[in-house]
């Protein structure tokens, strides 16, 4: 697929436009167990039921039918799931609440909550304390004290390098380490993410840092409503300072024994000792928009994390529309709230969602993306994926195309 010479991104090519709703009602979620640090080799017996009471059963979650392929019969994971980004069905999942440890995927928390905070072209000049506290062997993309950076630079070492020196310069701008954690564990229980207790922002290996395959899903579809996420996560290679970097996601970039999947478009990977690899993906293909998460394969041969996605990718794309979804993905409590009619009674977001509160702070996106389950669209952009945006999770309500899609569709 072409790329520009400087800076290259998967493109998202997705034809369908329809608004979707919500068709599957989630049950209240469990109380959320204590997290845990150091996670058995089996899972809980008693998970969160957000999203569908069958995500919280242990084993593999899927409804076979004639005419549905079977699941690869070689995946390791600890816990995957295989959703629908437009409609929020869940095609299939593996202990899909099962709370590990997330490594670096746990930065998509971290840019939808903060990456809308300052416009890229914000100059900070780093100073030794923006880079304290980092663990030990952190990855990074060589941040200096004394220089100074671009916000856009900044997220591009978070999201191509997974660079830990980045995120914390950028938690810095937020107000610190601390505040940053804090408004991330509040935008994860905006997102009704009740699974993820958030210690560190960079996603580093900490006492009690947990998240889900379930929750991970619910970031990146929540990042993908924004522009600047999309662009950030789809873009395989850029240059940073004298040089040039390349994102680390080997489905996005390839490698040497994983090709670049077909309708790629990112979204974050991760690893670290105690978390094995996990990684989020979102891809395209003959109208369908999927979202995959695996975490923390059992075989740990090179790349299996992309291996067991790129499996869990080309089954969902012959099962969906074929098969009966075990779930859903639930919207934020936001959505649910903008959907109460003005009479005060029962709205369909409340209903589909079955964990939502009042008296929470809305969700800081304002645009429409991959879909809420409750009322989102995709359209085609000539190489980058351009949401037919305007409100967050809104039901029933079509967008006119922004300029920026149709500059990119001209001839």
Excluded at 77 to 94: N, Q, T
Excluded at 241 to 261: A, K
Excluded at 299 to 321: C, I, M, P, R, S
């Amino acid at each position: 697929m072409f790329a520009p010479q400087k800076t290259g991104r998967r493109s998202l090519l997705v034809t369908s436009a329809t608004v979707l709703t919500l068709s599957v009602t989630a049950p209240a979620a469990l109380a959320a167990p204590t997290p845990s640090s150091s996670p058995s080799a089996k899972p809980p017996a008693g998970m969160s039921t957000v999203g569908g009471a069958r995500l919280g059963m242990a084993g593999t979650q899927v409804d076979l039918a004639p005419g549905v392929p079977v699941l690869p019969k070689d995946l390791t994971a600890r816990s995957w799931i295989v959703s629908d980004a437009e409609s929020g069905e869940v095609l299939a999942a593996h202990n899909a609440h099962w709370r590990l440890p997330p490594a670096s995927t746990l930065k998509m928390l971290f840019a939808d909550t903060v990456l809308p905070r300052f416009p890229k072209g914000t100059r900070h000049k780093v100073v030794p304390s923006d880079l304290a506290g980092m663990g030990i062997g952190s990855s990074v993309v060589g941040i200096k004290e004394g220089r100074s950076y671009t916000v856009h630079d900044l997220w591009l070492g978070v999201f191509l390098r997974s660079g830990n020196d980045a995120v914390h310069v950028l938690a810095a701008m937020n107000g610190g380490v601390r505040q940053t954690v804090e408004d991330m564990q509040d935008h994860a229980e905006q997102l009704q993410a009740l699974d993820t207790h958030v210690v560190s922002p960079d996603g580093y290996d900490a006492p009690e840092q947990v998240s889900s395959a379930y929750d991970l899903t619910l970031f990146a579809r929540s990042g993908l409503q924004k522009k600047d996420f999309r662009d950030y996560c789809s873009t395989v290679r850029a240059p940073f300072g004298s040089s040039e970097i390349q994102n680390t996601n080997r489905l996005l970039s390839g490698d040497t024994d994983v090709p670049v999947y077909q309708g790629i478009a990112g979204v974050k990977n991760g690893n670290t000792t105690h978390a094995g690899a996990t990684f989020t993906g979102v891809a395209e293909r003959g109208g369908k928009v999927l979202l995959v998460t695996v975490m923390n394969p059992e075989k740990h041969e090179h790349n299996e994390v992309y291996k067991e996605t790129a499996k869990l990718f080309d089954w969902g794309f012959q099962a969906a529309g074929k098969v009966t979804p075990v779930g859903v993905l639930v919207p934020p409590k936001s959505a649910v709230r903008s959907t109460v009619p003005p009479s005060g009674g029962p709205s369909t977001g409340e209903a589909a969602a079955g964990t939502g509160g009042s008296g929470s702070k809305p969700v800081a996106s304002a645009t429409a993306g991959t879909g809420s389950g409750v009322g989102t669209a995709l359209a085609v952009a000539g190489g980058l994926l351009v949401l037919l945006g305007g409100g967050a999770f809104l039901v029933n309500r079509r967008w006119p195309l922004p300029d920026l899609m149709r500059r990119r569709t001209r001839p």
